[in-house]
């Protein structure tokens, strides 16, 4: 049997559209990709966002800003040098990009002059860490991203 040369095009674009929708359908069964949003509440988080540059903005503008340093302890953070020994209340988020399981949030309640996160909590890897606090009325907001 003799393929002529429409024959031939039919064939070819029939198996790129096979090509094509395998590769659809695998995506879409596929566990390692996951189509969720990087927050559940991505649309409401987005409305409190202009709150969180103002909060990081007066964070900058501290002469003396937060420090976060590992220790064998832990994750110890401190504060700037004229907000210790007071309260200062607050939240820090850690967020683990890799896993959602290990994500938690802890109220800021420092001891002394620094709040230590324990070492049993933190696991080697990437975190992004948000800490968000108020002093004297004034909202601050310190993110980054630690390798643990």
């Known amino acids: 049997m003799k393929i002529n040369w429409g024959t031939g095009i039919v064939m070819a674009f029939m198996a790129f559209i ?8 695998l995506m879409n069964i596929e566990d390692r990709a996951e189509h969720d949003l990087v927050t559940e509440d991505y649309y409401k ?8 540059i103002d909060a990081e903005q007066n964070a900058k503008n501290l002469e003396e800003g937060l420090t976060i340093t590992k220790t ?3 994750l ?5 040098s004229n907000q210790r020994n ?3 209340p607050g939240t820090v988020f ?10 938690f949030d802890l109220s800021i309640s420092p001891s002394d002059s620094h709040l230590l996160i324990p ?6 890897g990437r975190w992004n ?3 968000f606090w108020e002093y004297g009325g004034t909202p601050y907001l310190h993110k980054e991203n630690i390798t643990y």
């Open 18 to 25: 096979a090509f094509i929708l395998y590769f659809v359908v």
């Open 45 to 52: 988080a987005e409305l409190g966002y202009q709150k969180e």
């Open 72 to 74: 064998d302890e832990g």
């Open 76 to 80: 110890r953070i401190e504060f700037p």
């Open 86 to 88: 007071k309260k200062v």
């Open 94 to 103: 850690l967020y683990r990009p890799s896993n959602k399981q290990l994500d």
């Open 119 to 124: 070492d049993e909590r933190l696991l080697g």
């Open 129 to 131: 860490i948000k800490i």
